[in-house]
């Protein structure tokens, strides 16, 4: 294998790994369980899986997405997540090579990923991504590279403030136009408080400029993609997860961003 790609197969086989503990967080931690006892399981007979029917993706395909002792149909959920996750650590190991930025971008989509997971199913973002996340991205920020302690330390302090900021004004602006709705929907307030604590997370990692473009396209992409649905059948809009989206595209493309915005819109030069 060509050296250059040696460590990007290797990085996506240990993100394969992390795909298969994300899929156990993002179930387990909502409701929650513990994801150390009891072992991986099936959801149907509660038979215990063996290590052999749990590598990654090619179990679920040997076993053609059936338990192996009582044939209950397992979720392709498993496999995309699996990939997904091998894809995002290969591709940012091939980006930033064997380095802290590599490893740190990694553990941040990663856990961006298993909170689409868990708010798109359970509408709930667990605190082991967003709290633990936020002191992991702290920790993180002293390392080489990255924004620094002080870019991270205000990321997370902007993220929450401007998420509650906007959790409070968009609550009251409901209240008063259409009174009783938060009630009806079984909410007290217009955003959760999940998504809240998720966004000063997102800040220890991405800065303050990345939480502005963050809550932007978050924002946007829910009013655009999801607004439409909830407004018709008066559903609740996983936030969590087009931030999750938005946290990802910032991460990667945020720089990029803003230079093309400053440049083209402002109008100022380097």
């Known amino acids: 294998m060509d050296e250059a790609w040696l460590v990007p197969a290797l990085a996506g086989l240990s993100g394969l790994a992390v795909g298969s503990l994300l899929n156990v967080c993002s179930i387990r931690w909502p409701l929650d369980q ?25 179990s679920w395909l040997s076993l053609t997405g059936k338990c192996r002792d009582c044939s209950a149909p397992i979720s392709i959920q498993y496999p995309l997540v699996e990939l997904a996750s091998g894809l995002l650590w290969a591709g940012i190991f091939m980006v930033h090579g064997i380095s802290w930025e590599a490893l740190r971008g990694g553990i941040f989509l990663s856990m961006l990923l298993g909170i689409s997971i868990s708010d798109a199913r359970f509408y709930i973002i667990p605190h082991e991504f967003s709290l633990g996340g936020t ?19 205000g990321g997370a302090i902007v993220g929450y403030t401007v998420l509650w900021f906007i959790a409070a004004t968009g609550t009251r602006i409901i209240e008063k136009i259409s009174p009783g709705r938060l009630e009806e929907a079984g909410m007290d307030r217009a ?6 604590k998720m966004m000063m997370m997102v800040g220890s990692f991405v800065g303050i400029s990345g939480v502005a473009e963050t809550a932007f396209l978050g924002s946007l992409g829910a009013l655009v993609v999801y607004g439409p649905i909830a407004t018709l059948y008066r559903r609740l809009i996983p936030f969590g997860v087009f931030l999750a989206v938005a946290g990802a595209v910032t991460y990667v493309w945020g720089d990029a961003m ?13």
């Open 34 to 58: 513990s994801v150390i006892s009891p072992g991986s399981r099936c959801v149907e007979c509660l038979g215990s899986i063996k290590w052999y029917d749990n590598i990654p993706i090619l």
């Open 135 to 153: 002191l992991i991205g702290l920790a993180m920020s002293f390392l080489p590279g990255g924004i620094g302690w002080a870019g991270a330390a």
């Open 191 to 196: 955003m959760g408080g999940g998504d809240i």
């Open 258 to 270: 803003m230079d093309w915005y400053l440049i083209r819109i402002i109008g100022l030069t380097a």
